[in-house]
């Protein structure tokens, strides 16, 4: 089993930044994808941004591509997203996921799952 410890979000201004972070631990002896995920009151959780677990390949939600940065600079198996010029339609709880393929845009190729975070942008 892989446990996924988000930190980070919180409550922040339309325009502020907030950063996310989240690590792997228990069964981590491979390496995984890490991607985040959000899911707003009252609608289905989205794909956010990934990055492939041999950090060669990053990729973005069109709403959020200038405005986040996926890396993964505390080693392997660790994840940050930057959140830079939030939006009101940013507010949702994110999600850090691990999968075993290589760069997956699908949820349902996402084994592991944190807990989530509530970011909260106000107007």
Same mark, same amino acid.
């Given at each position: 089993?892989?446990?996924? /410890? ?41 794909? /956010? ?13 069109? $709403? ?10 505390? *080693?392997?198996?660790? /994840?940050?997203?930057?959140?830079? $010029? ?13 999968? *075993? ?14 807990? *989530? ?7």
């Amino acid at each position: 089993q892989v446990q996924l /410890v988000e930190s980070g979000g919180g409550m922040v201004q339309a325009g502020g930044s907030l950063r996310l972070s989240c690590a792997a631990s228990g069964r981590t002896s491979r390496s995984y994808s890490m991607a985040w995920f959000r899911q707003a009151p009252g609608k289905e959780r989205e794909f /956010v941004a990934v990055l492939s677990w041999d950090g060669e390949n990053i990729y973005y939600r069109d $709403s959020v591509k200038g405005r986040f940065a996926i890396s993964g600079d505390n *080693g392997p198996n660790t /994840v940050s997203q930057q959140m830079n $010029s939030l939006k009101p339609e940013d507010t949702a709880v994110y999600y850090c996921a691990a999968s *075993g393929v290589w760069f997956s845009l699908k949820e349902s190729e996402y084994s592991y799952w944190g807990q *989530g975070t509530q970011v909260t942008v106000s107007s």
